[in-house]
């Protein structure tokens, strides 16, 4: 054990010592002023009894004398050394200042966290006593509070620190609950929700770890604040008792010795507040600059990195009771294969015979706007098989990106979602606990931006140990460490960059590692939502066919979300074309690229440039808007083939070849009110202002 703690401690100090490095110049110089001040002062406080050469409230010494060498800084008017109630001062400073701010940061960061994350009624009865509180000046609200205190606490440190920490448990409460408003809306948030991380970890690791960057300067400037508001109630009286030693109130009693000429008095204690309250704000800032990486990005250098060392989980040293000892180097080549490490308390059961991988039963989903509810998905359904790739393309704004969250379950609070969402056979829209479980486990998402996606503030081997442990209890850090290399190995990306942050890698690096986060516990189903966007072709190919691969590998059933229609062409089985919130046309992809039943669909294809293209085509008009009454088919104000039916009913899904269905008018069955009927347009539009069709029965 002590072998082990030893390693963590080295460890520990060689991450502090690479972080110290990277910072900028000014920061470190900011922080040793910081330091030395601060660290200055609390020596001075801890020592006083040693320090002080008469008490503080020892007043025998002449009234007013000059300083000297019997008294450094003179005496005041009550006959008290100036030098003594400076040193205790400081004492007294430390402990009340200390008191207030922890007690405020105790109380005011978890209430914003929690009120901002939540939400709802507790959020808006939290910001109404905050702003309450808030609404009061600040001078005032701590004498109300000292008052009070006093006389049921009693004069003294508790009763000062109380009545100063009511001043700024508001503060610290708004600062981080509007910081959580905002970072509970990043990508990398949302990636978290998705890789089915539980609601406390969010909290914890992604919101707070994010927000309480700003808490370091926070506290240095309320605990700047506190000094002053701790003066001007010892100034006013309401501070600790008289005979304690407290610079405020020493400079209250100074005001009639100026004009005397005692000017020592009132600036020694002056100068010890502006000595304290800037060592503590150079601290906080410097502190802030080393710790905040992305605050010394210009800093980073590349020698620091430890390679395959992760404080947090690396693997442990020789002779250690958790695995082999650590790898000595970068050379060694890691095993390629990401078969978990660890054991699953509770493997799921294997699918029966035939039961697809995914199914996604008549899902619809709702986004409540000012302008009324936006019908961004209308009845979907659709199966995905072990193995298989399916396709799911279209115009942008059609709906493909909230049918991936919807299989995910990780829509906005705004959005409404009925269907169901069925894996391996298990309805997962029945048990929210396990529909979380399943996420990043046996159900992954790979999102369109992944610089958005990883949590800025967490190395990359970070983020997969918090995956894996969130889905694997048993699996230890080291371990969930030593398969987040291999899985980055597997994927292309050098092992010894996982101690890297998200921002040292380049777009199809990050990409590489959003694969690997999704695919380190072999789900049994990814959906890929534009996992090239951004990239160069050959990026782009690389990426493509390491998707292939892992299919291949893995047995993934993939859901390509895509506008790329040479994507589905090369990568993808079958192919979905989505339109205004529903599928209009599915097939394999030979079918439906060679003969496209869908009007639609021959329009996107016939937008393709190739290398045969003499002049650019395009769909002509716009989407509809989803948030009014489509009546009809979406696509008939758009269509040349348009007749009156288009715009009076709905069609449905219709079969239009060999495993090939079309929801169109043009196809028997298309009408439920008519199903053994289709209708034959009397001749072509060519231009959009030109009446619909009449159309006959045929």
Request: net charge neutral; proline share 8%.
């Amino acid at each position: 054990m002590s072998g082990r703690s030893a390693g963590s401690g080295s460890r520990r100090r060689a991450r502090l010592t690479a972080r110290w490095r990277q910072a900028g110049r000014t920061s470190r110089r900011l922080l040793i002023a910081g330091a030395v001040i601060t660290v200055g002062f609390a020596l001075v406080a801890l020592l006083a009894p040693l320090l002080a050469p008469y008490g503080q409230a020892a007043h025998d010494a002449p009234q007013l004398a000059h300083p000297g060498a019997a008294h450094l800084f003179g005496t005041t008017n009550l006959r008290f050394d100036v030098l003594s109630r400076v040193i205790f001062g400081a004492r007294l400073a430390f402990e009340v200042v200390l008191a207030s701010t922890a007690f405020a940061l105790v109380l005011g960061v978890p209430l914003g966290l929690v009120s901002g994350y939540s939400g709802g009624r507790l959020d808006r009865v939290l910001v109404l006593v905050m702003d309450a509180l808030y609404a009061f000046p600040s001078l005032l609200l701590a004498i109300v509070a000292a008052f009070a205190l006093q006389r049921w606490v009693g004069p003294g440190v508790p009763a000062a620190a109380l009545s100063i920490s009511v001043i700024y448990i508001p503060q610290y409460f708004r600062v981080v609950r509007n910081h959580t408003l905002a970072v509970r809306e990043e990508p990398f948030v949302d990636a978290a929700r998705a890789m089915g991380a539980p609601r406390r970890v969010i909290i914890v690791r992604y919101v707070a770890a994010n927000v309480l960057q700003s808490v370091p300067v926070i506290f240095t400037i309320n605990a700047a604040d506190a000094v002053l508001t701790l003066a001007a109630l010892g100034f006013l009286g309401y501070g600790v008792p008289l005979r304690t030693a407290e610079w405020g109130f020493d400079i209250g009693n100074a005001i009639s010795d100026v004009g005397t000429g005692a000017w020592w008095t009132s600036l020694f204690p002056g100068l010890a507040i502006v000595g304290l309250v800037t060592g503590m704000s150079l601290l906080g800032e410097g502190v802030n600059d080393v710790l905040n990486p992305r605050l010394r990005a210009a800093g980073m250098t590349s020698d620091v990195t430890l390679p395959l060392l992760d404080p947090e989980g690396a693997p442990p040293p020789e002779g250690s009771e958790d695995g082999p000892p650590a790898p000595e180097g970068v050379e060694r080549e890691l095993s390629r294969s990401i078969r978990a490490i660890g054991f699953d308390p509770a493997p799921p059961e294997p699918p029966a015979e035939g039961v697809p991988a995914l199914l996604v039963g008549d899902v619809s989903v709702t986004y409540r706007s000012a302008r009324g509810p936006v019908r961004a998905v209308e009845g979907v359904t659709l199966a995905v098989g072990a193995g298989e790739s399916v396709g799911l393309v279209g115009e942008s704004g059609c709906g493909k990106s909230t049918l991936g969250r919807a299989v995910l379950g990780v829509l906005p609070a705004v959005a409404e979602r009925s269907g169901r969402v069925v894996l391996d056979g298990v309805d997962l829209t029945a048990d929210a606990e396990a529909w979380r479980r399943a996420r990043g486990d046996r159900l992954s998402l790979v999102f369109q931006d992944p610089a958005t996606r990883l949590d800025p503030l967490q190395r990359v081997e970070s983020h997969f140990v918090e995956l894996i442990r969130a889905h694997r209890p048993g699996t230890s850090k080291a371990a969930a460490a030593r398969q987040g290399r291999e899985t980055l190995a597997a994927v292309g990306v050098p092992p010894d960059r996982a101690r890297q942050y998200p921002h040292e890698f380049s777009g199809g690096m990050r990409q590489r590692i959003m694969i690997a986060l999704a695919v380190v516990l072999e789900p049994r189903v990814l959906v890929a939502d534009e996992p090239t966007t951004s990239l160069d072709v050959l990026v782009e190919a690389q990426i493509l066919d390491l998707l292939t691969d892992l299919r291949r590998r893995l047995g993934l059933a993939v859901v390509l979300i895509t506008h790329n229609l040479g994507i589905v062409a090369e990568t993808c089985d079958r192919v979905a074309v989505m339109y205004a919130g529903r599928i209009v046309e599915e097939g394999p992809v030979a079918a439906v690229f060679a003969a496209p039943r869908h009007p639609y669909t021959q329009a996107l294809l016939g937008a393709v440039i190739t290398l045969e293209t003499q002049a650019p085509a395009a769909v002509p008009g716009s989407p509809p808007d989803l948030a009014g009454p489509l009546p009809g088919c979406p696509f008939a104000p758009r269509c040349p083939l348009a007749m009156t039916t288009c715009h009076d009913v709905v069609p449905v899904l219709t079969p239009a070849g060999s495993a090939h269905t079309a929801a169109c008018h043009l196809y028997p069955g298309a009408d439920p009110a008519h199903p053994a009927q289709a209708w034959e347009p009397a001749g072509r539009r060519l231009r959009l202002a030109e009446p619909p069709l009449a159309g006959t029965l045929r």
